[in-house]
C-alpha cells in the first residue's frame, strides 16, 4: 500500500457520460498530480495541485477539469465521455511542490469507455 | 513531440546478468531525471533518479547513468533477479517551479531464472 488511495478500481461507462475519479493522497503530502496512461503510451501529465492551488496543467482536455479540496483529497471529472477516453488514471502525490524524492502514485483506476 | 523515449519496449536478460534500460530525450532544460518501476495492476514506483549536475548515481545494485552531451541517460542492474521484471518508466523534469514529469513510453524487463 503506496499510501495513496483512488477509488474507484475500475470504471465502465458510456459514451457521452461523465465520471469522476476521487484520490487521497499520502498523509502529509501537498501536492497531488493525475496522469492519463493510454494503451501502449507513457504516463502523460494531466494537472497537478499544491495545498488546493492548480499549480500545472499538461495537455487536458477542455471536457476534463480537477480540484483539490481543503482536506487535500482531489477528484478529476471527465465529461461527454469518448472511447478514446479509456485508460488508466494515476494520481499521485508528494510533499513538496517538485517532485525532488519522487512521486508516490496510486495503483489508478481502469477507466472503459463503451 | 515526444520529448523523451524508450526506443527498445522490451528487454530480455538473463538471472544475474547486467540489465541495461536506455532512454533519450530532446528538452535540454531538463534538469532532473527519474526511473519508475512499475508492476501490473500496481502504480509506478520511484527506484532512483540523478541531476543534471552529476553523471552516475547508484543504489545497491540500481545505477544511473547520464550523458547530457548526447541527451541519453541509462539505467543498469546488477546483477539481475527475476523480481525486477517489471515495466521501467524514465521521466524528465524541467526548470520550472511545479511538480511536472514527462514520461517515456516504458521498457518491459524480463529476467529470466
Known amino acids: 500500500d503506496s499510501g495513496v488511495t483512488q477509488t474507484p478500481k475500475h470504471l465502465i461507462t458510456a459514451t457521452g457520460q461523465r465520471v469522476t475519479l476521487r484520490c487521497s493522497p499520502r498523509s502529509g503530502d501537498l501536492s497531488v498530480y493525475w496522469y492519463q496512461q493510454s494503451l501502449d503510451q507513457g504516463l502523460q501529465f494531466l494537472i497537478q495541485?499544491?495545498?488546493?492551488?492548480?499549480?500545472a496543467k499538461g495537455n487536458i482536455l477542455e471536457r476534463f477539469s480537477a480540484q483539490q479540496f481543503p482536506d487535500l483529497h482531489s477528484e478529476l471529472n471527465l465529461s461527454s465521455l469518448e472511447l478514446g477516453d479509456s485508460a488508466l488514471y494515476f494520481c499521485?502525490?508528494?510533499?513538496?511542490?517538485?517532485?525532488?524524492?519522487?512521486?508516490?502514485f496510486g495503483s489508478g483506476t481502469r477507466l472503459t469507455v463503451v | 513531440d515526444q520529448q523523451v523515449k524508450q526506443n527498445s519496449p522490451s528487454l530480455s536478460v538473463q538471472e544475474g546478468r547486467i540489465s541495461i534500460l536506455n532512454c533519450d530525450y530532446t528538452n535540454s532544460m531538463f534538469d532532473y531525471f527519474l526511473w519508475y518501476k512499475k508492476y501490473p495492476a500496481e502504480g509506478p514506483t520511484f527506484l532512483i533518479s540523478?541531476?543534471?549536475?552529476?553523471d552516475k548515481n547508484e543504489d545497491g545494485r540500481f545505477t544511473v547513468f547520464l550523458n547530457k552531451s548526447a541527451k541519453h541517460l541509462s539505467l543498469h542492474i546488477v546483477p539481475s533477479q527475476p523480481g525486477d521484471s517489471a515495466v521501467y518508466f524514465c521521466?524528465?523534469?524541467?526548470?520550472?517551479?511545479?511538480?511536472?514529469?514527462?514520461f517515456g513510453q516504458g521498457t518491459t524487463l524480463q529476467v529470466k531464472p
Open positions: 499521485a502525490s508528494s510533499s513538496n511542490d517538485r517532485n525532488l524524492y519522487g512521486y508516490t
Open positions: 540523478i541531476s543534471s549536475i552529476k
Open positions: 521521466a524528465a523534469s524541467g526548470s520550472s517551479n511545479t511538480g511536472k514529469l514527462i
Open positions: 495541485y499544491y495545498n488546493g492551488e492548480e499549480r
